[in-house]
């Protein structure tokens, strides 16, 4: 099965930047869209960023100038780069794909998630 493997959360100080990384592995085809989704505690998952196979890129209005998603589609790899981090941006980053597997089937997968904390 294909499976996402994420990375590069940790703790920043508030302005400071983190590069988020999610690899997809497996019997994959093709990947439509990938995206960044978080959740806070006591709140809702919701959508950061999303980019499609053509680069068409998606972004909260929260995140805008701040963050950039892109994608190394040879790679099967989604990046979220985060700079002028708030203490409103800390939440549990989680990566989602969904597309079509080798033995033409479509799939939604989400990686495990990755702590990002942007205290002082």
């Known amino acids: 099965q294909v499976q996402l493997v994420e990375s590069g959360g940790g703790l920043v100080q508030p302005g400071g930047s983190l590069r988020l990384s999610c690899a997809a592995s497996?019997?994959?085809?093709?990947?439509?869209?990938m995206g960044w989704y978080r959740q806070a505690p006591g709140k809702q998952r919701e959508l950061v960023a999303a980019?499609?196979?053509?680069?068409?890129?998606n972004y909260a209005d929260s995140v805008k100038g701040r963050f950039t998603i892109s994608r190394d589609n040879a790679k099967n790899t989604v990046y979220l780069q985060m700079n002028s981090l708030k203490p409103e941006d800390t939440a549990v980053y989680y990566c989602n794909a969904h597309g079509v597997t080798s033995g033409h089937r479509y799939f939604e997968v989400w990686g495990q998630g990755t702590l990002v904390t942007a205290s002082s």
């Open positions: 497996g019997s994959i085809l093709g990947i439509y869209t």
């Open positions: 980019i499609t196979s053509g680069d068409s890129t």
